[in-house]
């Protein structure tokens, strides 16, 4: 994929991607597509010439468990049926428990950071290793941005990153507003991230904006690009020409003038940053001492269990409540589960739309009680119908109209699942014979 400007592509400003000039490429969530049925405006956009790039957010390649062979045969599936030169992820955990931990599986339904210790980055690794032989284009890593800090963290984010790639070969997705994300939150300084950066590896840049409250920067993707942001964007450009470069936007869409207008700006920075000069980049800063391999199938599986105990201990105490793990900063965790608890929201009521109808303004309030001591485990559907039940237990709504519209909606909602696609072979198989 050459240079060129794209754009996150979503359902609700399609036809305003369509319409813009100068789009070399667009960017879709791969959870979001079916392969045999692909929306009409990304087939129009592929006839055209535009590249479409899959992106991934539910592997969870940072998390302790191998990725899911399903997951990776799926994310496959569309890559393929978009004819993508390259598949993207993140490196993030966004489950935890089960096996590895005998406790029951919690769903963060987000992207969460992972420790940046030699552990982790060994676990890291055989991941990305398993999923690029499940993938049949390259595959690529982007940067997360983050509200709380990892204790006893052993290399800056620089180091690990360039650690990865040495040790699996993979590309790089650099977000430059997640850079500036962290650097408000976590105090990392994004001109020493690129320093350490193999910038080689880099195979296209996010541009995207937020907003801060009480001094916590959150990438929202619902609010303009922020200066800050377009200056690490002409930081990056200023060492290495980025292969594209790609607008996000994921809420609160604006009208297609103003992301027109934010797509100008990227390119007036692109245009106006100081050339990468010709020359080799310098040697990449001595990394601490450390194997330079994996370590041994016993030494993973060790690092393993080890991750798997730090992640379900973080994610129990952001979903469940439970108390905080050694050496995390409280008050930011409590920032990071209400962002947790808010997005989940969110999502119910894009899943369960009726909800906020029935609930009214009442809605988020319920459903931050809700959320506090009861963690996501059977996905956004069964979210919505426990959520309904905690309420009706709990005799709530107090009016009883709505308390009965509440009732009727689980009971029509609480029905069977339809069947999956092994039980519907079994009764074809059956009804033949």
Same mark, same amino acid.
């Given at each position: 994929?050459?240079?060129?400007?794209?754009?996150?592509?979503?359902?609700?400003?399609?036809?305003?991607?369509?319409?813009?000039?100068?789009?070399?490429?667009?960017?879709?969530?791969?959870?979001?597509?079916?392969?045999?049925?692909l929306p009409d405006s990304?087939?129009?956009?592929?006839?055209?010439?535009?590249?479409?790039?899959?992106?991934?957010?539910?592997?969870?390649?940072?998390?302790?468990?191998?990725?899911?062979?399903?997951?990776?045969?799926?994310?496959?599936?569309?890559?393929?049926?978009?004819?993508?030169?390259?598949?993207?992820?993140?490196?993030?955990?966004?489950?935890?428990?089960?096996?590895?931990?005998?406790?029951?599986?919690?769903?963060?339904?987000?992207?969460?950071?992972?420790?940046?210790?030699?552990?982790?980055?060994?676990?890291?690794?055989?991941?990305?290793?398993?999923?690029?032989?499940?993938?049949?284009?390259?595959?690529?890593?982007?940067?997360?941005?983050?509200?709380?800090?990892?204790?006893?963290?052993?290399?800056?984010?620089?180091?690990?990153?360039?650690?990865?790639?040495?040790?699996?070969?993979?590309?790089?997705?650099?977000?430059?507003?997640?850079?500036?994300?962290?650097?408000?939150?976590?105090?990392?300084?994004?001109?020493?991230?690129?320093?350490?950066?193999?910038?080689?590896?880099?195979?296209?840049?996010?541009?995207?904006?937020?907003?801060?409250?009480?001094?916590?920067?959150?990438d929202t993707h619902a609010?303009?690009?922020?200066?800050?942001?377009?200056?690490?964007?002409?930081?990056?450009?200023?060492?290495?020409?980025?292969?594209?470069?790609?607008?996000?936007?994921?809420?609160?869409?604006?009208?297609?003038?103003?992301?027109a207008g934010e797509l100008?700006?990227?390119?007036?920075?692109?245009?106006?940053?100081?050339?990468?000069?010709?020359?080799?980049?310098?040697?990449?800063?001595?990394?601490?001492?450390?194997?330079? =391999?994996? #370590?041994? $199938? *016993?030494? +993973? %599986?060790?690092?393993?269990? /080890? !991750?798997?105990?730090?992640?379900? &201990? @973080?994610?129990?105490?952001? =979903?469940? #409540?439970? $108390? *905080?793990? +050694? %050496?995390?900063?409280?008050? /930011? !965790?409590?920032?990071?589960?209400? &962002? @947790?608890?808010?997005?989940?929201?969110?999502?119910?009521?894009?899943? +369960?739309?009726?909800?906020?109808?029935? !609930?009214?303004?009442?809605?988020?309030?319920?459903?931050?009680?809700?959320?506090?001591?009861?963690?996501?485990?059977?996905?956004?559907?069964?979210?919505? !119908?426990?959520?309904?039940?905690?309420?009706?237990?709990?005799?709530?709504?107090?009016?009883?109209?709505?308390?009965?519209?509440?009732?009727?909606?689980?009971?029509?909602?609480?029905?069977?699942?339809?069947?999956?696609?092994?039980?519907?072979?079994?009764?074809?198989?059956?009804?033949?014979?």
């Amino acid at each position: 994929m050459g240079i060129g400007i794209g754009i996150g592509w979503r359902p609700e400003i399609a036809q305003a991607v369509e319409s813009f000039d100068g789009i070399d490429w667009v960017e879709a969530v791969a959870e979001n597509l079916c392969p045999g049925h692909l929306p009409d405006s990304l087939v129009r956009l592929r006839e055209r010439g535009v590249t479409v790039v899959p992106h991934g957010v539910s592997l969870g390649l940072g998390g302790a468990e191998a990725p899911d062979a399903s997951r990776l045969a799926e994310l496959a599936a569309r890559a393929e049926a978009l004819g993508s030169p390259l598949v993207t992820e993140h490196i993030a955990f966004v489950r935890a428990g089960g096996a590895l931990t005998a406790s029951p599986r919690l769903e963060a339904g987000h992207l969460l950071p992972v420790p940046r210790t030699w552990d982790a980055l060994r676990v890291l690794c055989e991941n990305v290793r398993i999923a690029q032989d499940a993938l049949p284009v390259p595959l690529a890593l982007e940067n997360i941005a983050a509200l709380i800090n990892w204790p006893d963290d052993e290399l800056t984010e620089g180091q690990f990153l360039a650690e990865l790639v040495e040790r699996t070969g993979v590309g790089l997705l650099i977000d430059v507003a997640n850079l500036h994300t962290n650097r408000v939150n976590r105090g990392e300084d994004p001109a020493k991230v690129l320093d350490g950066l193999p910038l080689e590896a880099i195979a296209y840049v996010h541009v995207a904006g937020g907003v801060e409250r009480e001094g916590v920067w959150h990438d929202t993707h619902a609010h303009p690009v922020p200066r800050p942001v377009l200056d690490i964007l002409a930081e990056l450009a200023s060492r290495v020409t980025p292969p594209g470069v790609l607008l996000e936007r994921d809420e609160a869409f604006p009208p297609a003038a103003e992301l027109a207008g934010e797509l100008g700006a990227i390119r007036a920075t692109l245009a106006s940053a100081k050339p990468p000069a010709p020359a080799p980049a310098p040697p990449l800063s001595p990394s601490p001492a450390a194997p330079k =391999t994996p #370590g041994a $199938p *016993a030494d +993973a %599986g060790r690092s393993r269990e /080890r !991750l798997a105990l730090a992640q379900t &201990a @973080l994610l129990s105490s952001l =979903t469940a #409540g439970t $108390p *905080a793990p +050694a %050496g995390f900063d409280g008050p /930011r !965790l409590r920032v990071q589960a209400r &962002a @947790l608890a808010t997005k989940r929201a969110d999502v119910v009521a894009k899943v +369960a739309p009726e909800l906020p109808r029935i !609930l009214g303004d009442g809605y988020r309030e319920a459903f931050a009680a809700y959320a506090k001591s009861r963690p996501l485990r059977g996905g956004y559907r069964q979210d919505a !119908l426990d959520f309904a039940r905690f309420l009706l237990d709990a005799g709530l709504p107090a009016d009883a109209p709505a308390r009965r519209a509440l009732a009727r909606w689980r009971k029509e909602r609480a029905g069977a699942r339809p069947p999956g696609r092994a039980a519907r072979l079994l009764r074809t198989l059956t009804r033949a014979a």
